[in-house]
């Protein structure tokens, strides 16, 4: 009975191990936008499809932003000069419009997840 | 002009909702507007507060502060829902006893009275405290304060317009329903907004989505839309849903269900009192 509590304990840390190390490898994945003039550059990002992966967004102006996006179920608003980072996916290929809220007419964009 | 019109709208509207369905709730209790008037204005207060600590918020909790803060904001205000439906169960009845015997003296009220001006105030802090950062860009923005000024309240007359319908529309209610639809509603309003505050979480990385979007029905009502809107504050309404904001949305309908359930008093024989 002991052993098999060991056992398990052992393959518990082991695969504890590996997702941490997954985890940990795919917060190298990061993709970046900024926000300049009210508008996202680039407009359009290619992602890749079927995986998490993070999101940069750079709001270099100097009043806030909502970075927002019906498809990707996103919302968050981002400070003047601030960085802001979104867990984005997995995503299924597409593309997914985002806008900054609060100039909607000029800052919009695109991902393209593939 | 309109775009600030139209944020400032969709803003308001949320908290228009909730308000108009605590007033509903609250329709018969003395000294309501003192306390549903004073959540609107701590609501207020808050949103400048968390408006101006804003970049402090959002360095939180490893650049996940704003996720996390609006998902506790929205999990304490399911909890005031909750509360407030399981005291109505348990002494809803006598409630409506009392008040059809004797009028309108309910001073045992107050307490899911605080609840819900709690309610109140979160909403109008939440949405408010957005409101106040984009109505700031926009004069900052070199736009004018004229633009901003008229397009905010044109946006919040609207706003209060949708609520005040609302409102209208559900004093309609035969007062022998009352208790149960208000329950319902408050029900309805807490699962919508534990789904809500789970989205946030799945934002956050703090929770797995479990297949995102569970179903896609964005073609036939999309929720932006002013419908979509309405039906996303009074029940929860997501055309795209996170697995777990459905599981979270179920579960808070079971469990404040059961517990209003196992609290309910059973309906006191009225006593044939000479009056």
Wanted: charged content about 15%; hydrophobic content about 50%; cysteine-free.
């Amino acid at each position: 009975m002991k052993h098999v509590f060991i056992i398990v304990l052992a393959a518990a840390a082991l695969l504890g191990t590996l997702s941490y190390r997954t985890a940990f490898s795919q917060e190298a994945n990061s993709y970046s936008l900024i926000i300049e003039d009210h508008r996202f550059k680039p407009s359009e990002l290619q992602v890749p499809a079927g995986q998490k992966f993070k999101l940069i967004v750079d709001n270099r102006d100097p009043t806030p932003e909502e970075f927002e996006s019906h498809a990707l179920k996103l919302e968050k608003v981002i400070p003047g000069k601030r960085q802001a980072t979104l867990n984005v996916g997995p995503l299924q290929p597409g593309g997914y419009d985002f806008v900054g809220e609060f100039h909607e007419k000029t800052a919009q964009g695109r991902l393209v997840a593939q | 002009m309109i775009g600030t019109l139209v944020i400032v709208f969709r803003e308001v509207l949320e908290a228009a909702l909730v308000i108009s369905i605590v007033l509903t709730a609250t329709r018969s209790v003395v000294g309501r507007g003192w306390w549903v008037g004073g959540g609107v204005v701590v609501g207020l207060a808050g949103s400048t507060v968390v408006a101006g600590f804003a970049q402090v918020i959002a360095d939180a909790a490893a650049g996940m502060g704003q996720e996390i803060f609006n998902a506790s904001v929205l999990f304490f205000a399911v909890s005031m829902l909750g509360w407030h439906n399981i005291w109505v169960g348990r002494h809803g009845r006598e409630l409506a006893l009392e008040m059809n015997a004797m009028g309108r003296r309910v001073s045992a009220g107050e307490l899911p009275l605080l609840a819900l001006a709690t309610v109140v105030a979160l909403a109008v802090l939440r949405e408010g405290s957005e409101v106040v950062l984009f109505l700031y860009g926009i004069a900052a923005g070199g736009d004018g304060v004229w633009p901003m000024l008229s397009g905010g309240l044109l946006g919040l007359l609207a706003g209060a317009v949708v609520g005040l319908t609302m409102y209208l529309g559900l004093l309609r209610i035969p007062t022998r329903y009352l208790f149960t639809a208000t329950s319902g509603l408050i029900l309805l309003l807490a699962a919508g907004m534990a789904a809500q505050a789970t989205g946030f979480l799945i934002q956050a990385d703090w929770l797995p989505a479990w297949q995102q979007p569970l179903w896609d029905t964005s073609a036939i009502l999309a929720e932006q839309s002013l419908l979509g809107q309405i039906l996303h504050v009074l029940v929860g309404y997501n055309d795209r849903p996170a697995g777990m904001q459905v599981v979270f949305y179920l579960a808070t309908l079971f469990v404040v269900g059961g517990l209003m359930r196992v609290f309910n008093t059973p309906t006191p024989q009225p006593q044939r009192v000479a009056a």
